[in-house]
Structures are given as structure tokens and as C-alpha cells.
């Protein structure tokens, strides 16, 4: 059984840090591509950052270029997101989600195979 298990989101003040965790369990990371999603209240999920299996690349929405970095470790089974500079507008729940096509970063979430619970995230001004 696929287990994708979201931790580290919060209240953070603007121009704050966060670290999510994407902590997976029942298949092989190395095996998938692994993105970051966020959803806001009344909108649809989006794309925010993403990896394919060896890390060699990364892929990010506009609105997070520069302040947010995605990482892995596949001895870990383990996705991060760094997030800096934080500002209200990233307020929403993040999910990860892996991507059997393990060579591409897609940014379709109609894409993704499996999916965490998502850990909300808010900013304060």
C-alpha cells in the first residue's frame, strides 16, 4: 500500500521559512518523479515544484522561482520543500505526489499516481 505523508507546514509570518517533508512508504522514490502541489481555498490545485527520480533537474512555478527549493533523498524515501520568504499568498494545504513517468516533471496534476493528505500552510502579514 502507497503511503505519501505530508509534515512541517504551519503559521509562519511573512518573510518567514518553512520545510515540508514528504515521507513515503510502500513504493521505491527512485522509481517516480515527486512534485509539490498547493491548493487554496476556492481554487484549484497547482503545480509549485517538482523532481524527476534522479534530482538531476528541477521545475518550478513562477510565483515560487527563488524562494522555494525542492529537494530528495532516496535513501530516505524522503521529498523536502524548502520554502523562504514566505508571503501570504502562499497560504494553502501542499500535497506531494508521485509520478510513475519518472523521467519528466510534469506540471498536470491528472498526471500523478498517488497523493499525500496535504498539511496546511499559513502566512500572516
Known amino acids: 500500500q502507497v503511503q505519501l505523508v505530508e509534515s512541517g507546514g504551519g503559521l509562519v509570518q511573512a518573510g518567514g521559512s518553512l520545510r515540508l517533508s514528504c515521507a513515503a512508504s510502500g513504493l521505491t522514490l527512485s522509481s517516480y518523479a515527486m512534485a509539490w502541489f498547493r491548493q487554496a481555498p476556492g481554487k484549484e490545485r497547482e503545480f509549485v515544484a517538482g523532481?524527476?527520480?534522479?534530482?538531476?533537474?528541477?521545475n518550478y512555478a513562477d510565483s515560487v522561482k527563488g524562494r522555494f527549493t525542492i529537494s530528495r533523498d532516496n535513501a530516505e524515501n524522503t521529498v523536502y520543500l524548502q520554502m523562504n520568504s514566505l508571503i501570504p499568498a502562499d497560504t494553502a494545504v501542499y500535497y506531494c505526489?508521485?509520478?510513475?513517468?519518472?523521467?519528466?516533471?510534469?506540471?498536470?496534476?491528472?498526471?500523478?499516481?498517488?497523493w499525500g493528505q496535504g498539511t496546511q500552510v499559513t502566512v500572516s502579514s
Open positions: 523532481s524527476p527520480w534522479s534530482g538531476a533537474f528541477t
Open positions: 505526489a508521485a509520478d510513475r513517468a519518472r523521467l519528466r516533471v510534469s506540471k498536470n496534476r491528472r498526471e500523478y499516481e498517488y
